[in-house]
């Protein structure tokens, strides 16, 4: 089964920046697209940045970081990045990593378990 392991979170000063990684067990480009999400304590998961693998890695960002986030792919390491910077409080979440694959007409979604980013004074 496909495994995605998060690492890079932690805890960050409000103006401060983390760099995520995603990385995958088997090469990235048995995804379609693959994205970070968070979740805050009484908040449900939202989609925070999404990259395609193919067709030249096009980005999409939630409004709330764009200009902030940088989402990018490095498809011989099998990972994906969420370069965080200028964060804020309101940033602080549980940030997970999605693939999601296709298989002719099938999809399927993969989860990490998930990096705590806290961002505080």
């Known amino acids: 089964q496909v495994q995605l392991v998060e690492s890079g979170g932690g805890l960050v000063q409000p103006g401060g920046s983390l760099r995520l990684s995603c990385a995958a067990s088997?090469?990235?480009?048995?995804?379609?697209?693959m994205a970070w999400h968070r979740q805050a304590p009484g908040n449900q998961r939202e989609l925070v940045a999404s990259?395609?693998?193919?067709?030249?890695?096009?980005?999409n960002y939630a409004d709330s970081v764009k200009g902030r986030f940088t989402i990018s792919r490095d498809n011989a390491k099998n990972t994906v990045y969420l370069q965080m910077d200028s964060l804020k409080p309101e940033d602080t979440a549980v940030y997970y990593c999605?693939?999601?694959?296709?298989?002719?007409?099938?999809?399927?979604?993969?989860w990490g378990q998930g990096t705590q980013v806290t961002v505080s004074s």
């Open positions: 999605n693939a999601k694959r296709r298989v002719l007409a099938y999809y399927s979604d993969h």
């Open positions: 088997e090469s990235i480009f048995s995804f379609v697209v």
């Open positions: 990259i395609t693998i193919i067709n030249g890695g096009s980005t």
